[in-house]
Nanobody, 124 residues
Framework: QVQLVESGGGLVQPGGSLRLSCAASGSIFSVNPMGWFRQAPGKEREFVAAIRWSGGNTYYADSVKGRFTISRDNAKNTVNLQMNSLKPEDTAVYYC?????????????????WGQGTLVTVSS
């Protein structure tokens, strides 16, 4: 069974950094675009970032552009989200996602698989 397992969430002060990781099991990964979504309390789930199946090409929500960086290591079946200059409004449950094989990684990115989520809290 294919699974996505996130790690790295926690409590961080405003202005701090945090790195989320996602481990993918099974054959899904090297040909799939990967992405991160988040859901803040009382709000709808929103797109954060995505990366092309081969890496190198990325796409970000305007709210995190310049602060967050998505990367992947196809040899290790992992995708990461480096989050810098964190703000209280970044507080949310962050979900790792996978798109269909050779699918889009930009504003047409549509996940077909979701992880269970990891909580990020930005607070002093």
């Amino acid at each position: 069974q294919v699974q996505l397992v996130e790690s790295g969430g926690g409590l961080v002060q405003p202005g701090g950094s945090l790195r989320l990781s996602c481990a993918a099991s099974g054959s899904i990964f090297s040909v799939n675009p990967m992405g991160w979504f988040r859901q803040a309390p009382g709000k709808e789930r929103e797109f954060v970032a995505a990366i092309r199946w081969s890496g190198g090409n990325t796409y970000y929500a305007d709210s995190v552009k310049g602060r967050f960086t998505i990367s992947r290591d196809n040899a290790k079946n992992t995708v990461n989200l480096q989050m810098n200059s964190l703000k209280p409004e970044d507080t949310a449950v962050y979900y790792c996602t996978a798109g269909r094989s050779y699918g889009y990684y930009d504003d047409r990115y549509r996940p077909s698989l979701w992880g269970q989520g990891t909580l990020v809290t930005v607070s002093s």
